[in-house]
């Protein structure tokens, strides 16, 4: 009976105590999709204070737990809140179990400030059911004030705004913010920076009103299967041009999102050119023709002779001739592979386009040219004689599948090989055990094409392999380029590094000869049909990422942890996720060695869901410094997915990157139990006397993939390369790319399960 008494006494303390307490807080319970970081902004208080009065907290949070928010904290952190505005433009919100006031600020496109202002039922807490005015858009003013002294403006920089929509938004040039703004030149426009808006301009408010006038957007509703890479694609957009007009894309799509399109871009099929789009009016509007006199009145005055210049594209000639690209490579069937830089074209003589102004680019009238007739052989003739210094050249015939059958396969092919060996002597010395560096690469690389070439050999193949040391000179190879000119190679792999590559690409390029870049990453295949870059770029990293997050962590959170030089590549990875149901689940953060000691990660994570984090750099101790606050996240499931430089950290041990579940797209994967690769390591070992190194297998697989395509299609080598091909230690997927030569798009995803680096199967 007394402890009864005690009890019931017990439980009224506590009642009265809850009681008491309720006066200063607010109970939250944390639901799944809750961070730290969505809920100190949901009740404006910062995350220190959120972990002071719940400690328990610190190592993580944990679903159906309550939090203790302090109103007095609140309520000083706030600005005062008025009493709750109801009028035009404003939207009763009805609040869904799980949400926060963060990701219904998100989702409106307004401030938690000003929801808070706006409905002071708030200071108890949002609770599931509660009624919300949300005001309109522009009741959340972008802290815009006018200056005193003259009738300039300023205006601090959002999340997601750009030059191009400011300058919409205030009816002014980007030119005229540029100026008013020198610094913009060199810092760019970043979030938080204060600039000054200029008067509006009576002509662009009128280019602007004549625009929409006009219907200059299209509305393209998002489907399941489709990315912002696709759809750039689709209506020959570059993706800076398709987030300049839709900001909110850059945050990840959505299905049944609208997006504007500017009206004049239909729907294609294939999009064979990605063009270079640009803001500002065009530089240089001068005709590059020649001194031809068939371009005279008289005869053949349809047409002229252009030479090509660096930065040329099909879409800046159809800007300034109004011509089709279909309409060109009829013309000059030569250049289906790619516009060459110094090569002529013939263009017909349709009239230069209008002039265009900066907001024209993106929304320029097609042009309907009537037909004319062919231009005259004298016309060809003189092209052909530009193109080839005096002697003439055939067209390029179209190939067909058939002719690729034709090849004489018993010819005799000569190859070059260009490597650095940096030898005195003219014999290459076959031990690299003595050598390191460059010399050392050369030499393994050059060792595994050789045994490729003998292979090949093996199986019939005729080959006259010339291999020439280059010294790491762009001078020796000048000096050399006539000689290797009168060789007539097939083709040449090499040299290693991309000015000397480059260079070889173009002096060989009037002989149509194939030349194969097989380790440099920054080579430029642009203006190059005939140069093939073997080792993929970011893009092609990107995709694989992209894949991965679209089917095995399709319902993850994901969060994209990146250095600051590395912003490109994340929007590679983010053009090519396909839309989700809750566009929230993405967030990215630009990572400082203070943002790591904060831990800054650990308050992004969602509790209850899969947290994947995509990390994006190439610094050792940011790379370190990142896997080591993750693994002290046990709380939490978390994946990540990185650079195969994890690896060779030697502070990172096996086991972090295993319990992290650690994918990586690689470009290089060798699998040591498969019976090709356990071969090629005895014949290799019996031949050289020593274990093959990366490059070795890099030359192996290089000589194999790009002999065999001459040795069985010859000259139409260049037509055969459609195949997706995983090799021993790399693999080929070549693609053209829309500006010129050719580049490998093929990678691996590798991981590390049960302690092993493995190859993982891409969905």
Known sequence: MIRSFLFIVFLSLIGIGSFAQSDKYIFHDVVEGDTKYSISKEYYISIEDL????????????LNTKLLIPKELMKKNEEPAPTKTVGPGFTSYTVKAGQTLYSIAKEYGVSV???????PQLADGLKAGMVLSIPPKSATPKETTQKKDTGDKTHTVQPGETLYSLAIQYHVGIADIKKLNPELEQDGLK??????IPEPREEVKDEIAQQQAQKAYYIHVVKKTETAYSISRQYELSLDSLYLINPTAKEGLQIGQELNIPGNRAPKETIVEKPAERLNSDEGKEIASVNDSSSQKGEDENYFLYKVKSGDSFYSLKSR???SQEELEKLNPEIKRGLEVDKYIIIPQNGKAEDVKWLDKLFAKETKTTPIEAPSDNKKSR??????????ITQVPE????????????????VGLMLPFNVVSDTVVQNSSAIE????????FYNGLLMAADTLAK???????????????????QEKSKEYRQKNFDMVIGPLFHKNVEFIADDLRKQNVPVISPLSKSVDVAGRPNLIKCNPGNAAAGQVIADMLNTEYSKARVIFAYSSSEAESVQQVRARLLPRADSNRIDDITFTKELIERNVLKDMMAPGKQNVVIIFSEDQVFLSDLISNLRLMRSYDIAVVGPSKLLKIQTLEMDYLNKLNLSMPDANYIDYNDPKTISFIKEYREKYKAEPSQFAFQGYDVGMYFLQKLWKNGKYMMYRLDDEQPMLGTGFKITKDPKGGYQNDFMYLTGVRDLTLVKLEKK
């Open 51 to 62: 972990e002071k009065f719940n400690p328990e907290i610190k190592s993580g949070l944990r």
């Open 113 to 119: 400030v000003d929801i808070r202002k706006n409905n």
């Open 191 to 196: 979030v938080g920076m204060v600039i000054k």
């Open 321 to 323: 001739y109004n011509v």
């Open 383 to 392: 092209k052909d004689s530009l193109n080839t210094d005096g002697e003439v």
């Open 399 to 414: 190939v067909k599948f058939e002719d690729t059958l034709k090849v004489n396969t018993s010819k005799t092919y000569k």
């Open 437 to 444: 560096g460059t010399q050392k690469v050369s030499l393994d």
């Open 459 to 477: 199986q019939g193949m005729n080959l006259d392999l010339n291999v020439y040391d280059t010294k790491n000179s762009l001078f020796h190879l």
